[in-house]
């Protein structure tokens, strides 16, 4: 019983395999990309938005402007751009603290509040939180 399990399986995977090839045989065939041809996003200057990161700035400037006890105008925006953290402490890691090491894609947002530049950090789909001892993202 056992043995005629196992040739089952076999012949299943063996048809698997054989289907799996035939429909990478049926794909389109995409055009080769030229050297050159990649179009790449320009990367953020500093004292630019990114534009899809509006809301998380407005809420880094909120924050900011309220620790300082300033108005939200007095803030200046230095920098906000998507990037690349090199795991789960998302560029703020605390002393002794465990984090996921996976690729976090997030952002980062640097503020001017009176001649102070303050950073916020953030993952995907998160609120911005105030990162006070900040490292590089990765990309």
Same mark, same amino acid.
């Given at each position: ?14 048809? @698997? ?5 035939? $429909? !990478?045989? /049926? %794909? ?6 030229? &050297?050159?041809? *990649? =179009? ?12 899809? @990161? ?5 809420? $880094? !400037?909120? /924050? %900011? ?6 108005? &939200?105008?007095? *803030? =200046? ?63």
């Amino acid at each position: 019983m056992r043995r005629q399990m196992l040739r089952v399986s076999t012949v299943l995977v063996a048809g @698997l395999l054989v289907a799996a090839c035939g $429909a !990478v045989d /049926d %794909a389109p065939e995409l055009p080769a990309e030229e &050297p050159g041809e *990649v =179009e790449e996003e320009a990367p953020v200057e500093d004292g630019q938005v990114d534009a899809s @990161l509006a809301s998380e700035v407005d809420l $880094a !400037v909120t /924050d %900011a402007a309220a620790e300082a006890g300033v108005s &939200p105008e007095d *803030v =200046e925006v230095v920098l906000a751009e998507p990037v690349t953290w090199s795991d789960g402490a998302i560029g703020c890691p605390e002393p002794d603290g465990m984090y996921t090491q996976a690729l976090v894609e997030g952002y980062r947002i640097l503020l001017d509040v009176d001649g102070t530049e303050v950073a916020y950090h953030g993952a995907d789909g998160s609120e911005p939180f105030r990162c006070d001892d900040p490292q590089e993202p990765i990309g």
